[in-house]
């Protein structure tokens, strides 16, 4: 489930600052909608001594079930003598239907946090009251956007821009490794950079579904983690999906869900559109089933080329092959080199020997180790303890 359709049906009711007054004490400063916990006295009494709780709880993550409502917040203190009393306390947070999940907001919350901090270290952003008088306003635009779209890009000054997204309830974002190949799934024109982060924006003209990560990092000139975790997040929003490295060497075979495209006329017409050679008359479903059914476990994209030269006159076999990735119509059959012998001697093993364990697939092993495919094969020929397992 997208994040614009499940926060439609799972809203945030409030948003809030609260902070500990020198003189007042604890206190909800802002809020929006404008007194919505402070008119709720019963919700208020239940959840006021964790607003602003003992300096045990500072930096942790708090929820609190109370009068129908879910409270959620992540008080923050700093020690700094600038402060009236050598510290500062607040906390921004929100509240949600008891019978909502919480799980989803968490890491907007957190995320929250960490800018606010940031920016109090860095201007007293939160505490001045200059400053502190635009937080209302920021409140609002959060709450609102995040309502609308289930994400929100809120500038707060000239170097921060505030990016929160809602995480609806959802399987674990894949893993990213370097070898993997992301693609969108979505055209560029419709991906708003303004509502991604700086990574993101840096990442995104590089994706182009036939790099593999380590490349992109390369070619972006930027930390390859912070790159697979940015493309994790893509992942996780559906934004790409990740595929194999194409060449012409792999094998693929059919998948049950091939019949979809036989049932489906608007896939039909969508696969027709994105595998058809530029210049060249369209492809028929005729030519993508035969294709597609001529894949199977011995015959590489080379061989299927070979064998269907009329089919592909209108068709790109890339795109045949991303496309059915994409939507699960084929899978890939994966080479892995696997060791048959154990006198691998610490001394003697090769670089390559280390990737025999069977967890490695040769472009993976490829990848890592910076050579051809064909290097590969070569590598495995020469070396009498190294055998190859297809699955």
Known sequence: ???????????????????????QGPKITHQFPPNYVTNERELLQAVQDYLIPKSGLKQKLITVNAIG????????????????????????????????????????????????????????????????SLIPEILKKMLTELNEKGSCSIPVNKSTTIYLKVFPPCISPPDVYDHHVPI?????????????????????????????????????????????????????????KLISIFQYSNMYITTAKLNQIMENPRL?????????????????LHDVMTLYCGLS????????????QNEMTRVNEQKLIQFGLIHNLIRRIHMYPVKISTDFSYRGQTE???YTTGQHSAEEVCCQLGISHSELLSRIERDPNIAICWK
């Open 1 to 23: 489930m997208e994040a614009q359709e499940y926060i439609q049906k799972h809203p945030i009711e409030c948003m809030f600052f609260s902070e500990f007054h020198h003189k």
């Open 69 to 132: 409502k879910k409270v959620i917040g992540c008080p923050v203190f700093i020690d700094d003598p600038h402060y009236q009393r050598n510290g500062y306390i607040f906390n921004f947070g929100l509240v949600l239907a008891n019978i909502h999940k919480s799980s989803p907001c968490i890491p907007l919350i957190k995320k929250l946090s960490s800018y606010m901090t940031e920016l109090e270290r860095e201007s007293y952003f939160v505490s001045n009251e200059t400053t502190k």
């Open 184 to 240: 969108l799934t979505i055209s560029k024109d419709d991906f708003d950079l303004e509502e991604w982060d700086l990574t993101t924006q840096l990442v995104l003209p590089f994706i182009d579904g036939f790099r593999h990560v380590k490349k992109i990092a390369m070619l972006a000139d930027a930390d390859p983690n912070l790159i697979r975790i940015c493309i994790q997040n893509l992942a996780f929003y559906n934004q790409i």
């Open 268 to 284: 039909q017409s969508e696969c027709l559109r994105f595998i058809a050679k530029k210049g060249h008359q369209l492809p028929t």
């Open 297 to 308: 476990p011995g015959v590489k994209v080379q061989d299927l080329c070979l064998r269907h």
């Open 352 to 354: 390559l020997q280390r």
